[in-house]
């Protein structure tokens, strides 16, 4: 079982400047039995570091509309079903339960604050110009607030494919985004430069060899990368190649949709 001395210890050997802030993915299960669960791990953190967010993202809020931009990766008028299960967003709703009990657990902290995006928001501690820096059409701003203070991307028993400063870098590189849709209390909101697709993201691990520290808490690998050099290496990547990390199955509709937009240029 792993304890919480285990896990502020672990996080320390990391020798992260407790001021500059963190954003971590991780997922808990891979570290087996936490004595006192998701709140004795957050607990860790903020004993570790001074300045943390998770993302908590809610794609329950989605809808798909009838018509809209081409080549968007989406099939208009495919989810009247899905649609009518659609939920408003609301600031304490639920974080998407693929991101994991962690966020849940920052988000119930009574310190927390999050950002107001309906799908892409972001929930953190001592951040709030960090949270702010969000909007609708800039959804991963945050990554470059965090970027400016020298922040740090931590993946807890996770991998590249949800290491959201990548998206944030395809971005940058100008690679295709996507529009997606939500439900708010203003109605169906518009949401630009949603993200692509991340299953081809693993690839960009041995571009970082050089700059990521590791270490083990119990079997579980712990990463921590300087979110400005994950950035710029993968932006770098791109534009040398810009189907970079796309990818490989044999239809998704998000890379194809990249692919298409290349081909047209
Ligand atoms: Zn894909």
New binding site residues.
Partial sequence: MVSYRDLASGLKKLEIDPAQPVIIHASLSTFGEIRGGADSFLGALLATFQKVMMPSFTFKTMVTPEFGPDNNGVIYGSGKDINKMAEFFYPDMSVDPLIGDLAEALLEHPDSQRSTHPILSFTGINIPNILKSQNLMNPFEPIRTMMEENGWVILAGVDQTVNTSIHFAEQLAGRKTFTRWALTIHGVTECKNFL?????FNKAQDWFSSFTKTVRIGNTKIMALPITNVVQTVKTHIQKNPKAL??S?KE?????AIRNSLKKK
């Fill in positions: 692509g697709c991340s299953d081809g796309l990818c199955r998704c509709p998000r890379c194809d």
